[in-house]
């Protein structure tokens, strides 16, 4: 298997602009999640779906982050519009429906700096 | 709620030396824990959870963890450390009926000739 894809694996953008990061889980995997990490703050989980449903983004920082999974192979965190203080490492990981193993497949991270 | 403190932001070390990372977790229902670690420019990837049973948990590349549930403890060890673990190591907890994982923030090891 691929693993979890990330894209793109690097952004530069300027403040104010909309920023779209891509996640394609593993094949199979049920549920997916949105972390961010930064120097400051570790390792956040944002928002996590199942099944391409949304369960939990109490982490979403605010309104100007938004994630969707349209269907089980695809989901995006898109921020907009974007500030310097959004500058982190994003990663999506997946893991299967069967709770009990609880392991998470990590993507390599979308490292995002805002100017 | 749940959370994951790692008493160590950093730790060097000699290379060959032992090592132990240290993580406390609180939680008020029974919890899965979890050592992950982070190479540069990489993702994260597991290292050994604690899901039920033995209390010494063996995971990849040497590393081992005990679960101490009356101290709310899951401490990473290695009794011979390599140039090679050079790494930012990250403790997790979840839920035994939950889903996400809780991080701690991480301790960077960084292993010396």
């Known amino acids: 298997d691929a693993g979890v894809i990330q894209s793109p694996r690097h952004e530069v953008t300027e403040m104010g602009q909309e920023v779209t990061l891509r996640c394609k889980p593993i094949?199979?995997?049920?549920?997916l999640f949105w972390y961010r990490q930064t120097m400051m703050r570790g390792l956040e989980l944002l928002i996590y779906?199942?099944?391409?449903?949304?369960?939990?983004d109490s982490g979403m920082p605010e309104d100007r982050f938004s994630a969707k999974m349209p269907n089980a192979s695809f989901s995006t965190l898109k921020i907009q519009p974007s500030e310097p203080r959004d500058s982190a490492v994003y990663f999506c990981?997946?893991?299967?429906?069967?709770?009990?193993?609880?392991?998470?497949?990590f993507g390599e991270g979308s490292r995002l700096t805002v100017l | 709620a749940q959370s994951v403190t790692q008493l160590d932001s950093q730790v060097p070390v000699f290379e060959e030396a032992p090592v132990e990372l240290r993580c406390n977790y609180s939680?008020?229902?029974?919890?899965?824990l979890f050592w992950y670690v982070q190479y540069p420019n990489q993702g994260l990837q597991l290292l050994l959870k604690?899901?039920?049973?033995?209390?010494l948990v063996k995971g990849i590349n040497g590393f081992e963890a005990e679960f101490n549930k009356s101290q709310t403890s899951f401490h990473l060890r290695k009794p011979s450390v390599h140039i090679s673990d050079t790494a930012e190591y990250f403790c997790?907890?979840?839920?035994?009926?939950?889903?996400?994982?809780?991080f701690g923030k991480g301790t960077t090891l960084s292993v010396s000739s």
């Open positions: 939680s008020s229902v029974s919890v899965y």
């Open positions: 997790a907890v979840s839920e035994q009926a939950g889903t996400a994982l809780i």
């Open positions: 604690y899901l039920s049973g033995s209390t």
């Open positions: 094949s199979g995997h049920d549920y």
């Open positions: 779906f199942n099944n391409n449903v949304p369960i939990d």
């Open positions: 990981a997946s893991r299967p429906e069967n709770r009990h193993t609880g392991e998470l497949f």
